[in-house]
């Protein structure tokens, strides 16, 4: 009996539509690793991109959003005719005032010294506060010097420009304050002549108190029989 042309074919294109499939699955699956090694190459950009950045990026990226949103509104409420601060203080609830005036209480304006620098630092901003320029006087001296109000290369020292008493008297008030303020912190300690001498140097004195204050409720039996000559 004669076979038809169709039952002749049929194993062939069954192995051809197999072929087809496993390359289709291999396609597949390499396109799917190339999307995979470039999302992990672009991970990679991303994360060396943030190292690079300063540490406080991220806070500096959402304050400048923050202003940026805070003049978005300041205009709108101006627009409309109103005043900012006034509804931006109706919208702030008593819960959070109450917050914002406990951490205000508690923050501490001067943190203490830590280095020289920042302690130089903040004596400047302090000055620059503390200083109220009269801008009458500084228009007046612009207008009588002219150009020569500003130094340049070939200024030599403060020629053209005097101080008038009051800023003189300002100046001297100020290191006056800044003198007698050093003075608290700069007190010599007395000496006490009577008290046991079991140092060799101002160093080895200071040490010795440290150790005192940490250990001698512990080590007073052992001093005094050291001092007797009764230690075992």
Not at 204 to 222: P, Q
């Amino acid at each position: 009996m004669a076979s038809t042309s169709s039952d002749t074919c049929a194993p062939g294109s069954s192995g051809m539509d197999k072929t087809k499939s496993r390359l289709d699955r291999f396609k597949n699956l390499e396109l799917k690793m190339n999307e995979a090694r470039k999302m992990n190459h672009s991970e990679v950009v991303e994360e060396d991109r943030r190292k690079k950045l300063p540490a406080n990026f991220e806070q500096k990226r959402k304050f400048v959003e923050w202003e940026e949103k805070e003049e978005a509104k300041r205009k709108e409420a101006q627009a409309k005719g109103e005043d900012y601060d006034r509804v931006k203080l109706l919208e702030i609830t008593s819960e959070d005032a109450d917050k914002w005036e406990r951490k205000k209480k508690k923050k501490n304006p001067d943190p203490g010294f830590s280095d020289f620098e920042s302690a130089t630092h903040r004596q400047y901003q302090r000055n620059t506060k503390n200083m109220k320029p009269d801008m009458q006087e500084v228009a007046r001296q612009k207008e009588k010097l002219g150009d020569a109000f500003y130094a340049s290369k070939d200024t030599m020292g403060l020629t053209q420009h005097k101080d008038s008493k009051e800023a003189v008297d300002r100046m001297v008030d100020d290191l006056e304050k800044q003198i007698a303020k050093r003075a608290k912190y700069s007190r010599r300690r007395t000496h006490d002549e009577d008290a046991d001498i079991d140092y060799i140097n101002e160093r080895n004195n200071k040490f010795n108190k440290k150790l005192e204050r940490f250990y001698g409720t512990y080590t007073a039996d052992i001093k005094q029989n050291l001092e007797r000559g009764t230690a075992v």
